[in-house]
């Protein structure tokens, strides 16, 4: 039984990630241009490993959304101990995806709010996120949101 960590709208549960669940997280991970080009086949034993690293972190929480015992959303939470800001706890918000059939309904919406007040609920005095530059359209969801764009990210790959 998935352990329920929210109620969205509609009956729609936020839940801990079971790794039954990993090949329909990792569908939804490919369903933009983005992650079908850089994604591999959910049997791939990397995915297993990573779900496995995840739920043995206290501060990592992967859930899903679950309609009707359907995934129709994911996102990662990880939650970053730090010094800056007088010893402050950060959330980050990764690995956000809603299914193509949700997309518009608001369960992007939803769940944005429970993850953040998940994350005031765990302490966390910020919430942060990054979004991919050739996502315009996710800028704009989280301007929406409340999210300011007030740092440059960067990245190197290794």
Same mark, same amino acid.
């Given at each position: 039984?998935?352990?329920?960590?929210?109620?969205?709208?509609?009956?729609?549960?936020?839940?801990?990630?079971?790794?039954?669940?990993?090949?329909?997280?990792?569908?939804?991970?490919?369903?933009?241009?983005?992650?079908?080009?850089?994604?591999?086949?959910?049997?791939?034993?990397?995915?297993? *490993? =990573? #779900? !496995?690293?995840?739920?043995?972190?206290?501060?990592?929480?992967? %859930?899903?959304?679950?309609?009707?015992? @359907?995934?129709?959303?994911?996102?990662?939470?990880?939650?970053?101990?730090?010094?800056?800001?007088?010893?402050?706890?950060?959330?980050?918000?990764?690995?956000?995806?809603?299914?193509?059939?949700?997309?518009?309904?608001?369960?992007?919406? *939803? =769940? #944005? !709010?429970w993850a953040i007040e998940y994350a005031r609920e765990r302490? %966390?005095?910020?919430?942060?996120?990054? @979004?991919?530059?050739?996502?315009?359209?996710?800028?704009?969801?989280?301007?929406?949101?409340?999210?300011?764009?007030?740092?440059?990210?960067?990245?190197?790959?290794?």
């Amino acid at each position: 039984m998935s352990e329920v960590v929210g109620e969205l709208r509609d009956g729609q549960q936020v839940v801990r990630a079971e790794v039954s669940q990993l090949p329909a997280i990792v569908d939804l991970l490919t369903d933009d241009h983005l992650g079908s080009a850089r994604e591999r086949p959910a049997d791939d034993p990397a995915y297993a *490993a =990573a #779900f !496995e690293a995840i739920a043995a972190d206290p501060n990592q929480l992967l %859930a899903v959304v679950l309609a009707d015992e @359907t995934v129709v959303g994911t996102l990662q939470l990880t939650f970053i101990p730090g010094l800056s800001r007088g010893g402050a706890l950060r959330a980050q918000i990764e690995g956000v995806r809603v299914a193509a059939s949700q997309r518009g309904s608001g369960l992007g919406s *939803a =769940a #944005f !709010e429970w993850a953040i007040e998940y994350a005031r609920e765990r302490g %966390a005095a910020l919430v942060q996120l990054t @979004t991919d530059k050739s996502r315009p359209q996710a800028k704009t969801f989280y301007e929406r949101l409340g999210f300011v764009a007030s740092h440059e990210g960067m990245k190197l790959p290794l």
